[in-house]
């Protein structure tokens, strides 16, 4: 799917200059607004906005005062990787 924003010369000047790139602002806030929904979940932001972690969609969701909850699994494997990184580290 493909979105097109009209936005007036003047007014893309200055959103550019206060918040960056708004193709950027307005892809993060459908991101972060489908998060909110329940639309999406962490791994479909990360994959909409092209993101190479969940970390850095989370990032993404709390600049936008999302706060994604964990899952019990997500809780699991970040355990997981949490033990496997103590055990490399303790030798």
Same mark, same amino acid.
Not at 16 to 21: E, I, R, V, Y
Not at 51 to 79: C, F, M, N, T, Y
């Given at each position: 799917?493909?979105?097109t *924003?009209?936005?007036?010369?003047?007014?893309?000047? =200055? *959103?550019?200059? %206060? *918040? /960056?790139?708004?193709?950027?602002?307005?892809?993060?806030? &459908?991101?972060?607004q =489908?998060?909110?929904?329940?639309?999406?979940?962490?791994? +479909?932001?990360?994959?909409?906005? /092209?993101?190479?972690? %969940?970390w850095?969609?989370i990032?993404?969701?709390?600049?936008? =005062?999302?706060?994604? /909850? *964990?899952?019990?699994?997500?809780i699991? +494997?970040?355990?997981?990787?949490?033990? =496997?990184? &103590?055990? +490399?580290?303790q030798?």
């Amino acid at each position: 799917m493909t979105v097109t *924003l009209d936005i007036p010369e003047d007014l893309s000047a =200055a *959103l550019s200059a %206060k *918040l /960056g790139n708004p193709s950027r602002v307005a892809i993060e806030a &459908l991101a972060a607004q =489908a998060y909110s929904a329940a639309c999406f979940s962490v791994e +479909q932001v990360r994959r909409l906005l /092209g993101l190479e972690s %969940k970390w850095d969609a989370i990032e993404v969701l709390s600049r936008h =005062a999302v706060w994604p /909850g *964990l899952s019990a699994d997500e809780i699991i +494997q970040d355990a997981n990787v949490s033990v =496997a990184f &103590l055990a +490399q580290h303790q030798r």
